[in-house]
């Protein structure tokens, strides 16, 4: 259903209002930024890792979101939003529960310590406004370093929808490598075998 909404977002009333907004920054001849999330099920516990820095789910995923043109910010699960809040509300308490360890919360957005835990991965993103505007921006003229105008190029006024896919693929493509990284093979049959005797060791029966 994402997919039919011109900025791709499920809520109907917000989508309308998320459009009304960009006509009228366009007619403004302004561009504008915004946020985009992606939620990702079924994941296994223990994709990542805790030891090295470099091998950190977050941070890969991080690194790779920023490599997208006009990124500049991402938080994983409530994200910045913890940094305001005491410890006993930013944390995910562990219950045992029908012979299962399980959480009631999902503030990591599914990464501790580096790894997955096997809940929901929640990732989100902010765009920056892109610097191409029909209303050129002050700018230096660098052949004679006299004050200078941007050129006024044709722009789309809003890449956020456009990014959410592309931010889409990322994630799936660091998600891939790192199924790859824990369970090897190369083939998708060997990588499901080992995937599924893991869960069987781990007693993790929730659909993939």
């Known amino acids: 259903a994402v997919d039919e909404d011109p900025v791709r977002c499920l809520d109907p009333e917000a989508a309308r209002e998320m459009v009304k907004h960009i006509n009228a920054q366009r007619k403004a001849n302004e561009s504008i930024g915004g946020v985009w999330e992606v939620h990702v099920f079924g994941l296994v516990p223990g994709l990542g890792s805790h030891v090295s820095w470099?091998?950190?789910?977050?941070?890969?995923l991080a690194g790779a979101i920023c490599s997208i043109q006009a990124h500049k910010a991402v938080e994983?699960?409530?994200g910045f939003e913890l940094a305001a809040a005491p410890g006993s509300m930013s944390h995910d308490e562990i219950?045992?529960?029908d012979e299962q360890l399980t959480r009631h919360t999902n503030h990591s957005g599914g990464i501790e310590g580096g790894m997955t835990t096997g809940q929901p991965?929640?990732?989100r993103a902010a765009v920056k406004p892109i610097p191409t505007l029909t209303k050129p921006l002050q700018s230096?003229?660098?052949g004679t370093l006299e004050p200078s105008q941007a050129l006024r190029e044709r722009t789309d006024s809003c890449v956020v929808p456009a990014a959410g896919v592309v931010g889409e693929a990322m994630v799936a493509?660091?998600?891939?490598d790192a199924y790859r990284a824990k369970f090897g093979g190369d083939h998708i049959d060997d990588v499901r075998s080992a995937v599924a005797a893991y869960?069987?060791?781990?007693?993790?029966?929730?659909?993939a």
């Not at 470099?54 to 890969?60: A, P, R, T």
């Not at 493509?173 to 891939?176: C, D, E, Q, S």
């Open 54 to 60: 470099e091998e950190k789910l977050d941070g890969k």
């Open 76 to 78: 994983f699960g409530d």
């Open 121 to 123: 991965l929640v990732v």
């Open 140 to 142: 230096v003229d660098l």
């Open 173 to 176: 493509y660091v998600l891939a």
């Open 199 to 207: 869960r069987d060791r781990i007693g993790w029966p929730r659909a």
């Open 95 to 97: 219950f045992y529960e």
